[in-house]
T-cell receptor, first 113, second 112 residues
Framework: DQQVKQNSPSLSVQEGRISILNCDYTNSMFDYFLWYKKYPAEGPTFLISISSIKDKNEDGRFTVFLNKSAKHLSLHIVPSQPGDSAVYFCAASGTSGTYKYIFGTGTRLKVLA | GAGVSQTPSNKVTEKGKYVELRCDPISGHTALYWYRQSLGQGPEFLIYFQGTGAADDSGLPNDRFFAVRPEGSVSTLKIQRTERGDSAVYLC??????????FGPGTRLTVL
């Protein structure tokens, strides 16, 4: 049973516009959420995180929103750049300690120049 | 500074053979993790080391899989009697205490 779900396998966005990547989770005991970005032939790279005590965290062009009642989080990238083209993974932890990340299946973002 | 490194980058083996995958974590990171990523999936947790000991090996799929970290730095993931279903990218990550995990580039294992 997939505890972390990314229902959109791919997304295309025009350069300069906003990219919104979505993630849903089923386990209400998760209390820490992360987004990782992955380029081909490289390992995932940490992007941004959010604790369940917050509903928003911002870092430059990247903002993560958390809606605990809906068990939903989203990553906003604005403005989107061609270099943002990658696979984005949502991850959650909390029930078994912060070390055990549960990942979604990823969303492939393509930013068109 | 140097990131997490993994060797080999690619490994092709035959069904039934034994393989070892190596991970060099970031210097000073006490925690080390192994994940497995199959095609079209996200990374799946295998095992977590805090120092030399395996604090949680609940993600290892069966007893053909074993991992060690004898000196609290380099770790080796060992797979015995490999099966075609073991084909995947094996990712290693390390972290400081209470920090996010930094991933290596992975080892792509192909079992023929």
């Amino acid at each position: 049973d997939q505890q972390v779900k990314q229902n959109s396998p791919s997304l295309s966005v025009q350069e300069g516009r906003i990219s919104i990547l979505n993630c849903d989770y089923t386990n209400s005991m998760f209390d820490y959420f992360l987004w990782y970005k992955k380029y081909p032939a490289e390992g995932p790279t940490f992007l941004i995180s959010i604790s369940s005590i917050k509903d928003k965290n911002e870092d430059g062009r990247f903002t993560v929103f958390l809606n605990k009642s809906a068990k939903h989080l989203s990553l906003h990238i604005v403005p989107s750049q061609p270099g943002d083209s990658a696979v984005y993974f949502c991850a959650a932890s909390g029930t078994s300690g912060t070390y055990k990340y549960i990942f979604g299946t990823g969303t492939r973002l393509k930013v068109l120049a | 500074g140097a990131g997490v490194s993994q060797t080999p980058s690619n490994k092709v083996t035959e069904k039934g053979k034994y393989v070892e995958l190596r991970c060099d974590p970031i210097s000073g990171h006490t925690a080390l993790y192994w994940y497995r990523q199959s095609l079209g999936q996200g990374p799946e947790f295998l095992i977590y080391f805090q120092g030399t000991g395996a604090a949680d090996d609940s993600g290892l799929p069966n007893d053909r899989f074993f991992a060690v970290r004898p000196e609290g730095s380099v770790s080796t993931l060992k797979i015995q009697r490999t099966e075609r279903g073991d084909s995947a990218v094996y990712l290693c990550a390390s972290s400081p205490p209470r920090g996010e995990q930094f991933f290596g580039p992975g080892t792509r294992l192909t079992v023929l």
